[in-house]
């Protein structure tokens, strides 16, 4: 079983910054691990991802403007956002797909609310 905890987010004016991260826990190897979110109107979207490789893709509505990291050991993701729009504000959910014992799973964070005030 993997766990997802999420951190971050919050209220920010347009403009500015946020940081997410997400630390996986458990007994695995690491698939992928990225951002999603999920607008008032919209479908859930990739926002970023980062392979166990360290391979980064973005969705192009974010590109140069945020970009995803990992840590040392690879279990923490985070997700630097800068120069934030109003179109950003959505639920941010850290989710990954993730070998573990009964083969690759994909798993997800409780998410965490982003809001960009314009």
């Known amino acids: 079983q993997v766990q997802l905890v999420e951190s971050g987010g919050g209220l920010v004016q347009a403009g500015g910054s946020l940081r997410l991260s997400c630390a996986a826990s458990g007994i695995f190897s690491i698939n992928h691990m990225g951002w999603y979110r999920q607008g008032p109107e919209n479908q859930r979207e990739l926002v970023a991802r980062?392979?166990?490789?360290?391979?980064?893709m973005y969705a192009d509505s974010v590109k140069g403007r945020f970009t995803i990291s990992r840590d040392n050991a690879g279990t923490t993701v985070s997700l630097q956002m800068n120069r934030l729009k109003s179109e950003d504000t959505a639920v941010y959910s850290c989710?990954?797909?993730?070998?573990?014992?009964?083969?690759?799973?994909?798993?997800w964070g409780k998410g965490t609310l982003v809001t960009v005030s314009s």
């Open positions: 980062i392979t166990g490789g360290g391979t980064t």
């Open positions: 989710g990954g797909s993730f070998r573990v014992s009964s083969g690759d799973m994909f798993y």
